[in-house]
């Protein structure tokens, strides 16, 4: 059902797979440092989803990532810009609306290309950041530090936690910097991942649908999720919120994976 297409962006290609459906298509944002099929391949299975409900869909590798040629050493205005010219692209076969769907970082990038294309339709985040320059008001308006210390308190006495440890398995510094608010890395990455635009000040005009999933065990859901909320209620915009009760950032499970799909594909519906 989808064919691997080539986007010229400058002098580097942007590698995608593309499934012509209906005049509506759906654009799928990995993070990151993710590819076009994502984790546990819930990019693909998505737009298996969406291509049988009669959406055109296009799955993108951002420059340096996956397949696309290009430096590895991105930034968030850069993904924004692949997005938007895989927008300009879908848009020069005809199709008259957008949607974007992004995961992680994707959804941020998924909010950036909303404030630059035309024909956007809704954005669907899943499992969704706070920009840079919001984490520490996200981060009070979630209080999540707490909830934090008392999931990673109660993961200390599992048998299983004790079983990764000495397997090697355990991401110990993960856990270290997740509990320091150091997950972003040093401060030249905080640098590449903050835009040099005010997104949401350019989304003013953004009419579409703002639709949130994420998983109750993900540590940054609950600043995220509360500073988004406040964010679409001021801006009157349309959504609803899904959490997933115990799944992680990245949705791991077959049961979680399909739980995103199915909020998805209900949300944006059929072309």
């Known amino acids: 059902m989808e064919q691997p297409v080539m986007i010229p962006h400058g002098s580097e290609q942007l590698i995608a797979d593309f499934h012509a459906g209906g005049k509506t298509a759906v654009l799928l944002l990995p993070g990151w440092g993710g590819t076009r099929y994502g984790p546990q391949r819930i990019l693909w299975q998505a737009a298996q989803a969406l291509a049988a409900r009669g959406f055109s869909t296009l799955r993108l590798d951002f420059r340096g990532r996956g397949d696309s040629t290009g430096d590895p050493v991105t930034t968030l205005d850069g993904m924004i810009a692949d997005a938007v010219t895989a927008a300009n692209w879908l848009r020069a076969r005809e199709i008259t609306r957008i949607h974007l769907v992004g995961l992680c970082s994707g959804g941020n990038v998924a909010l950036g290309a909303a404030a630059q294309c035309r024909l956007t339709g809704d954005v669907v985040c899943w499992s969704l950041l706070p920009f840079m320059e919001h984490k520490e008001q996200a981060t009070r308006q979630g209080t999540p530090r707490g909830a ?31 509990l320091a608010k150091d997950k972003e890395g040093d401060a030249e990455e905080r640098r590449r991942k903050t835009s040099h635009r005010d997104i949401l000040a350019d989304l ?68």
Do not use: C, M
């Open 204 to 271: 003013a005009h953004f009419r579409g649908r703002f639709h949130l999933i994420y998983g109750s065990a993900d540590p940054e859901a609950a600043g995220s999720r509360a500073f988004f909320e406040d964010w679409r209620d001021r801006h009157h915009l349309a959504g609803n919120t899904h959490v997933i009760p115990g799944a992680p950032h990245n949705f791991y499970t077959a049961q979680w994976t399909g739980e995103v799909i199915e909020q998805t594909v209900a949300w944006l519906g059929t072309e």
């Open 148 to 178: 934090l210390l008392r999931q990673f308190w109660r993961k200390l006495w599992r048998a299983e936690t004790w079983r990764k440890l000495l397997r090697g398995e355990a991401n110990v510094r993960g856990a270290v910097q997740t």
